[in-house]
């Protein structure tokens, strides 16, 4: 059966991360996903992907994890997740010990969306530069994992080195949260099967597809399973895609092309606004699992 989550920027304008939470559990959700930007530097050059002016819940949005914690305490079943976490903005031993401890306490509902970071000033600030973003996304997600895996861990690498070192708690989900990778090119295959537990890109329709030189998704999901297999992994990845819009016609060919979880998105807006959307998109999901 295919899962339906929800995604919001929760901005400090927009409705509470607590009266959403519970909205999407009453409503039947499976997930709630929160985006992260750290900040947006006033200089920014980098263009916004998505195209035009740069919306400004980039800069008003809450810190996931802590938002993500105000969901899961008022709900009981909800999963909880980043949408997506910037790796690369984070010290991998402070995010290990974050990812965990929510991980922990609700009780192992945090899925780990993760992506490598667009704003080249923004990771910039972080002492990050753009060239190096996978190689040090690579390192500090594999640092994560055996945080949460080992008594003991210990890391070397090129960009992150620690000797031996206890981290409690660990996750409730036995290896730590599924990581999945929201990126959209010819090398998330591989990348996926070596480090991550599934693919999370946003939606795109096939001319915004095709204008941005996005990749096929039917075609994607075939090529990470096969990723998967060459690279021994057990199991199935993960197959979500967020972003998604109230039309039933796109819902079923996200379905259809290989997606296990369709995340619609929300305006960051009043409760006003939004939960008759959380009421909408529950009626159009109930279409498919009814």
Known sequence: MVQFG??????????????????????GFESLFFPEHTHIPTNR?????????????????HDPFIGLT?????????KIGTGIALVNQRDPILMAKQAATLDFLSNGRLI????????KEEMRNHGVEYELRWKILRERILAMQTIWREEEAEY????????KLWSYPKPKQAGGPPILLGASSKYI???????????????????????????????????????????????SPDFSVFGVGPDTDVVEGLINDGFN????????????????????????AHKFNS
């Open 6 to 27: 929800l995604l919001m920027f929760p901005a400090d304008y927009a409705v509470t991360p607590q009266v959403l939470a519970k909205e999407a559990e009453a409503h």
């Open 45 to 61: 050059l980098t263009p916004w992907p998505g195209g035009g002016e740069l919306p400004k819940e980039y800069w008003h949005t």
């Open 70 to 78: 105000a969901a899961a305490a008022v709900t009981e079943n909800l």
């Open 112 to 119: 780990l969306g993760v992506g490598a970071g667009w704003n």
């Open 156 to 163: 070397h690498g090129d960009f992150v080195d620690f000797d």
């Open 189 to 235: 295959y591989k990348r996926i099967a070596q480090y991550c537990d599934g693919w999370f890109p946003i939606y795109q329709d096939n001319a915004r597809l095709a204008a941005s030189g996005g990749v096929d998704y039917a075609q994607s999901i075939e090529r990470t399973k096969a990723a998967w297999v060459e690279a021994g992994r057990s199991g």
């Open 261 to 284: 979880r369709i995340i619609f998105g929300l305006p960051p807006a009043d409760a006003d606004t939004v939960l008759p959307l959380v009421e909408a998109y529950a009626a159009l």
